[in-house]
C-alpha cells in the first residue's frame, strides 16, 4: 500500500469515529489526533472525557490511548500507552491515575491515588507500593486538561511560574 493510500485510510478510520461522537450525550467528549514524527503520521490519540462519579463523587475521567510505531535507531517499534484519570471538576486536579505502556514489548505501569496529603504509588508489573507525601500546592496535571495554566497566567496574569 502506497503512503498516499495509508493516509487516507488513517483519515477515514479518524474521522468516522469522530461524527459518530456527535451522536453521544453532552457529558461525553470523544477525540481523535494523529501523531506525527518528521511530518510523517505514524500513529494515533485516541481521547475520551466524561462527567462521570466515582466513591460517591462527581469527577471528569480522562481515557488518554495513544499507538505510536516509531523508529528508532533504525529500528521500527510500536508504543502503546493508556492513561486513565480521575479528576476533581473543582480544581482540576487528578486524585486517581492508572497507566499502561507497551512500548517495544517492554511493559509497565501503575496506579496512583491521593489519600489525603499522599500519593500512594502502586508499579506494575512488580506491585511495589510507596507512599510519598504531597507538599501544599503540588499540581496534579494529566495529559489533556491543563486548567492551572489559565489559572496561572489568565487568572492571576502571571508571566513566569516556577
Known amino acids: 500500500m502506497r503512503m498516499q493510500e495509508a493516509f487516507c485510510w488513517l483519515c477515514i478510520l479518524l474521522c468516522a469515529p469522530a461524527m459518530v461522537a456527535g451522536a453521544q450525550p453532552e457529558s461525553t467528549q470523544e477525540l481523535f489526533y494523529a501523531i506525527e514524527q518528521d511530518g510523517v503520521v505514524c500513529g494515533y490519540a485516541h ?4 462527567q462521570a462519579e466515582f466513591a460517591g463523587r462527581p469527577t471528569v475521567q480522562l481515557i488518554d490511548s495513544l499507538w505510536m510505531q516509531m523508529s528508532v535507531l533504525g529500528k521500527s517499534i510500536e508504543g502503546k500507552y493508556r492513561f486513565e484519570y480521575r479528576i476533581d ?5 487528578y486524585f486517581y491515575h492508572t497507566s499502561a505502556i507497551d512500548q517495544g514489548g517492554a511493559k509497565l505501569g501503575g496506579i496512583m491515588e491521593v489519600r489525603g496529603d499522599s500519593m500512594v504509588i502502586v508499579s506494575e508489573p512488580g506491585s511495589d507500593t510507596t507512599v510519598v507525601a504531597l507538599p501544599p ?9 491543563h ?10 496574569t502571571l508571566t513566569q511560574k516556577t
Do not use: A, E, H, S
Request: aromatic residues 10%; without cysteine; proline residues 4%.
Open 47 to 50: 481521547v475520551i472525557i466524561t
Open 89 to 93: 471538576p473543582k480544581d482540576g486536579m
Open 137 to 145: 500546592g503540588t499540581i496534579r496535571q494529566n495529559t489533556r486538561i
Open 147 to 156: 486548567r492551572y495554566l489559565i489559572d496561572f497566567f489568565v487568572k492571576d
